[in-house]
């Protein structure tokens, strides 16, 4: 994923997130909202019917619906999400992802904490 964000990490920006989504007939479209060294943002519209097969990743999740219905699979069991619905989904988890409706959604990844940072952030605070 190279695709250059819309938001530069340096400065404040402000944005209409109805505005930014797009949709394709019959696709998937996915914008890179913000990149930094522990995140990324990725807002996505799906055309109904579109579907993510199962998968996993390696960091934190935090999906925002924003708008229309879909269905996560998370680890083989079915949830029905609508507009206003947040969910979590911690590192490794088996997922899908099906459009109900045209709906759209923000991601939001972050890096797990490595071993040797929690170690050290403990340290610290003691």
């Known amino acids: 994923m190279n695709e250059k964000p819309i938001i530069d990490s340096s400065a404040e920006k402000i944005l209409s997130l ?5 949709f394709a007939p019959n696709g998937i479209v996915s914008r890179t909202l913000l990149r930094t060294a522990n995140s ?5 519209g799906f055309a109904e019917g579109q579907k993510l097969t199962e998968h996993t990743s390696t960091q934190h999740a935090v999906i925002q619906i924003l708008s229309g219905e879909c269905e996560f699979s ?5 949830h029905t999400l609508k507009a206003g619905d947040l969910l979590y989904m911690p590192p490794n988890l088996p997922h899908s992802v099906r459009a109900i409706t045209q709906f759209s959604m923000l991601l939001t990844f972050s890096k797990p904490e490595s071993p040797v940072s929690a170690s050290t952030n403990l340290t610290l605070k003691k």
């Open 18 to 22: 109805a505005e930014e989504t797009r």
């Open 40 to 44: 990324r943002v990725v807002l996505f």
């Open 74 to 78: 998370l680890a083989g069991k079915l």
